[in-house]
């Protein structure tokens, strides 16, 4: 993938976003404590420092878009912005975090390095303008229902509000019931307006696989076997960072563990997708 004149290059903490480079932005789902917080960015920065991979903590305080109204949903605002303060005080690392209401924004704003703007809120403009009103970088995430040309406008509220610091994220597409489809194309598409991230993790999701009944609420399946392969297809079209969610013990993670990456493989992962890129690299500088 050629890159784009059209496409800013930003800095986040020690990041570099959108210069050529790779960056990984990981982390559980949800907040679950503060204890497993705090230990899943030490071993996540304890991984990508020996790597050199650049790295911003993802995890979320409050899953508001849940299908369950039984479902795990983090420790709220409030806890959650304590306990991300204190990872990026203690661990000395950037952390990420969406934010569903726009009179949130300014609150997580004080705290956090990047806004992220959940998949299924990409449209919602008062969202999306307070979030660039708020000074910080935003990734928003592409719904899974919108075309990769129609991010241009979720990218125009953005600059028209006068934050160029945006990036966007694909994570899949709905193209059937509880199903997603990537479609690697949407990736070069978008690459044309702004530096892109792929989400490996939600893109292997199975969402709502187990419907639930009256006592158990609806729970998402995955196929975690697959977050490699989708994940190097990516670096090789050439997206700018990869988005992974990690867990030290999938099996009983509060919320998308049938998705996530078990820790004990991500320095491989990361292994493979530095090799890709340094292919990558090597072939572009072959005259």
Request: glycine share 8%; hydrophobic share 45%; with cysteine.
């Amino acid at each position: 993938m050629t890159r784009s004149p059209m496409t800013l290059s930003f800095q986040i903490d020690n990041v570099r976003v959108g210069a050529g480079g790779l960056f990984l932005i990981a982390g559980p789902c949800v907040i679950e404590s503060e204890d497993h917080a705090l230990r899943m960015a030490e071993i996540i920065k304890g991984v990508t420092r020996s790597l050199n991979f650049p790295f911003i903590f993802k995890a979320s305080y409050d899953k508001a878009n849940r299908t369950s109204i039984r479902s795990f949903r983090g420790p709220g605002m409030k806890e959650g912005l304590r306990i991300l303060r204190k990872v990026k005080d203690e661990v000395h690392i950037p952390v990420l975090t969406d934010v569903h209401e726009s009179g949130d924004v300014a609150a997580v704003a004080e705290v956090v390095d990047v806004l992220q703007i959940p998949a299924f809120l990409c449209r919602q403009t008062d969202l999306v303008v307070a979030a660039a009103l708020s000074g910080r970088p935003v990734n928003i995430k592409k719904g899974q229902f919108v075309s990769p040309w129609d991010m241009k406008h979720a990218l125009a509220k953005c600059r028209e509000a006068g934050n160029s610091q945006v990036f966007v994220t694909e994570r899949g597409s709905s193209f059937g019931y509880n199903n997603l489809v990537v479609d690697m194309r949407s990736l070069a598409v978008m690459r044309r307006f702004a530096p892109v991230v792929f989400d490996a993790t939600h893109s292997v999701q199975l969402p709502s696989a187990s419907h639930g009944d009256e006592d158990q609420p609806a729970v998402s399946g995955g196929q975690p076997e697959f977050i490699p392969v989708l994940a190097r297809a990516a670096v090789a079209a050439g997206v700018d960072g990869v988005f992974l969610e990690v867990h030290d013990n999938p099996k009983e993670a509060k919320s998308d563990g049938a998705n996530a990456l078990d820790t004990r493989h991500l320095r491989g992962v990361l292994k493979e997708l530095q090799a890709v890129q340094k292919a990558l690299d090597t072939a572009h500088a072959t005259p």
